[in-house]
């Protein structure tokens, strides 16, 4: 079993960054896809962006390119999400999660019924 423990939500003004960190009890293997998703109220849960660790390859949700952007420290097993330009559409609770046994193309995998692991959500709020 995987756990994952992300952090690092909090408070920030529209326009403002912050870094989310997803830090999982396994270590680095192939044929992993990390990603972290978000529900808002009332809205389901959708995939944000996620981490490919067969190729490193990225996912990234139109609403979030060109200002979040995903990494990760195998030395740490930790996954990254930062966070910039944070808008209000962006307040959220974030989950890290993992799927298990999926090869290159994160693009492939970042949904919700791959991710076989979840973290607690860590609560992201953007005002304006």
């Known amino acids: 079993q995987v756990q994952l423990v992300g952090s690092g939500g909090g408070l920030v003004q529209a326009g403002g960054s912050l870094r989310l960190s997803c830090a999982t009890s396994e270590r680095t293997v192939n044929r992993r896809v990390i990603g972290w998703f978000r529900q808002a109220p009332g809205k389901e849960r959708e995939g944000v962006s996620c981490?490919?660790?067969?190729?490193?390859?990225?996912y990234y949700a139109d609403s979030v390119k060109g200002r979040f952007t995903i990494s990760r420290d195998n030395a740490k097993n930790t996954v990254y999400l930062q966070m910039n330009k944070l808008k209000p559409d962006d307040t959220a609770v974030y989950y890290c999660?993992?799927?298990?046994?999926?090869?290159?193309?994160?693009?492939?995998?970042?949904?919700?019924?791959?991710?076989?692991?979840w973290g607690k959500g860590t609560l992201v709020t953007a005002s304006s």
């Open positions: 999660a993992v799927g298990l046994g999926y090869g290159s193309g994160a693009k492939y995998y970042c949904y919700e019924d791959t991710m076989d692991y």
């Open positions: 981490i490919s660790s067969s190729d490193n390859s990225t």
